[in-house]
């Protein structure tokens, strides 16, 4: 479908789609969680762990926090009822002592878990070896994707510049990626084109947040306007028509959408969580042509992070998405880096437009970005999901839209974890 354009929305409309919870706002809200269990605590006199009670911490970002129990240095379960026989899996967690379980006590110690570092804030905390390889605290590498060209078509350097470090096969019991390939959004394989970018930054005011590269979806060309192959307008089409994964494109409540995709492209990896997580995080920044000329239409780009099996919160197993269940588009209640004049006020852009310079969004005609966000899921140690990060011109080809992709974690310092999507409070 092809869109005739249309006079930009007045202020008074652009008021409406905020008030529905839409682009151009600050949102506000709250999801009620309950603290998590924490940490493991130490062993005590008996051999077997103490208890290590989580503290609950709530963000101060305004949008309704999340509680995390800071962990109290990781061993002792203390509910494992443990043997003398080496070759037995006192804890449950798939290791014996003899397979280098190095505390068969504790179910969040073994080969096949994560390093946390100990919480120098935390008197009580005790250092431990959580991945049982000789050495406390030792914590994964903070970067695995230096000298990654821009071109790079390899999808494992794609998860590299996502910050997932660690491939293994099906056969070890590790925990780490076990397939990386690009996509279209139904999880079809893809050919690497232009849609796909590894940068490290995005014009001079935005930058990676760990590591040295980030991940770029483009439904246009994943370049800025400096670099070879970039798209030099507001469309750019190498892909043509997709097909949508089930449930989506997701509409935004007044906003009906069409429901045909184009240039839709994503990366989709399948991993394995360490046995001690609890969940998982990652950083993402959604730029848009049709702000603000095409706020609540129906040719609203999205990006969306499909994950299977679908954990409880997802929508349709899409994780990212506003406290209004709003998916991330131009309608996002976190669309707030934009220009404003006197036709659209500062309030409705309180991040200002410092971020779209020299991106390519705001050169041609008017544009917008949300901040820096972060999603979160939570996992259950030692399972195995594929996480889908995609993105797709809705209705037609044209006025594309771009996704930063960041600095995965794992969660693994006890506590609860829900699916949710906040501002980051201090980005880099």
């Known amino acids: 479908m092809k869109r005739s354009h249309l006079v930009l929305f007045g ?13 151009g706002c600050t949102a506000t809200g709250e999801r009620s969680e309950f603290p998590g269990d924490g940490g493991a605590g130490g062993e005590d006199s008996s051999g077997k762990g103490g208890s290590g009670a989580g503290q609950p911490t709530s963000s101060s ?7 995390v129990g800071p962990g109290a240095g990781g061993s002792g379960a203390g509910d494992a009822q443990c043997s003398n026989d080496p070759n037995v899996d006192d804890d449950g967690d798939g290791f014996s002592e003899a397979q280098g379980d190095c505390n068969d006590c504790d179910a969040n110690v073994s080969p096949g878990s994560i390093e946390v570092a100990t919480d120098p804030n935390d008197p009580m905390a005790k250092p431990a070896d959580e991945d049982c390889d000789t050495v406390v605290d030792n914590v994964a590498p903070a970067s695995c994707d230096d000298n990654i060209a821009l071109q790079d078509a390899d999808p494992q350097n794609g998860a590299r510049a996502l910050d997932l470090c ?14 990386a390939q690009y996509v279209r959004a ?3 394989p893809a050919n690497y084109s232009r849609h796909i970018g590894i940068q490290s930054g995005f014009g001079p005011n935005v930058n990676v947040q760990k590591g040295t590269r980030m991940l770029t979806l483009s439904s246009g060309y994943a370049r800025l306007p400096s670099q070879a192959g970039s798209c030099g307008g507001l469309s750019c089409s190498e892909i043509g028509a997709g097909t949508p994964p089930p449930g989506f494109p997701q509409d935004v409540p007044g906003c009906s959408g069409d429901p045909d995709i184009n240039d839709d492209v994503g990366l989709e990896v399948k991993v394995r969580s360490p046995k001690n997580a609890t969940g ?3 950083k993402f920044k959604f730029y848009s042509m049709e702000f603000p000329e095409w706020v609540c239409t129906s040719y609203n780009d999205q990006f969306i992070a499909l994950v299977q099996p679908a954990p409880m919160g997802s929508i349709n197993g899409n994780i990212s998405f506003d406290q209004n269940t709003n998916p991330v588009s131009v309608n996002i209640a976190f669309f707030d880096v934009c220009q404003y004049d006197s036709f659209y006020p500062q309030f409705l852009c309180p991040s200002g437009p410092a971020e779209l310079a020299e991106t390519g969004f705001g050169t041609w005609d008017e544009a917008g970005a949300t901040s820096w966000l972060q999603t979160q899921a939570p996992i259950k140690g030692g399972d195995e999901v594929t996480i ?3 993105i ?3 209705g037609d080809t044209s006025w594309d839209s771009t996704v930063l992709v960041d600095g995965f974690e794992w969660v693994a310092n006890g506590g609860t974890v829900v ?3 906040d501002p980051i409070e201090d980005p880099k």
């Open 61 to 67: 970002d305004g949008v309704g926090g999340s509680f």
């Open 388 to 390: 889908r990060w995609a």
């Open 392 to 394: 797709w011109d809705t």
């Open 11 to 23: 202020l008074a409309a652009v008021l409406g789609v905020a008030a529905a919870g839409s682009g």
């Open 186 to 188: 139904n999880g079809a």
């Open 166 to 179: 660690q491939f293994i096969t099906p056969d070890e019991k590790k925990w780490g990626v076990l397939s």
């Open 419 to 421: 699916v949710g999507t």
């Open 280 to 282: 998982y995080r990652f």
